[in-house]
Nanobody, 127 residues
Framework: QVQLAESGGGLVQAGGSLRLSCAASGRTFSSNPMGWFRQAPGKEYEFVAAMSGGGGTTYYADAVKGRFTISRDNAENTVFLQMNSLKPEDTAVYYC????????????????????WGQGTQVTVSS
């Protein structure tokens, strides 16, 4: 069974940093596009960052560009989201997602493109 499990969320002051991890199990995701999304209370899912299969291409939402970095460790079958200079408006549940139906160098920003989702990890940024 394919599963994704996020970790690393927590409470941080504005200006601080957190590193989220997304560990995959059940298969290797090294060649599959991966993404991070977030959902704040009362709001829709919002695209945050994406990486192509193999990791050659990344893409970020304007709201996080320059502050967040998506990366992957294929040996550990894990994707990361390094979040720096955090703002209160970054407060949300963060989800990682994988597109197991495609292998290759394409990034996907749409939620509906992804096949597998983690359970989410809460990030709270205090002002």
């Amino acid at each position: 069974q394919v599963q994704l499990a996020e970790s690393g969320g927590g409470l941080v002051q504005a200006g601080g940093s957190l590193r989220l991890s997304c560990a995959a199990s059940g298969r290797t995701f090294s060649s599959n596009p991966m993404g991070w999304f977030r959902q704040a209370p009362g709001k829709e899912y919002e695209f945050v960052a994406a990486m192509s299969g193999g990791g050659g291409t990344t893409y970020y939402a304007d709201a996080v560009k320059g502050r967040f970095t998506i990366s992957r460790d294929n040996a550990e079958n894990t994707v990361f989201l390094q979040m720096n200079s955090l703002k209160p408006e970054d407060t949300a549940v963060y989800y990682c997602a994988g597109k197991i139906s495609f292998i290759g160098g394409v990034v996907y920003t749409g939620k509906d493109h992804y096949d597998v989702w983690g359970q989410g990890t809460q990030v709270t940024v205090s002002s």
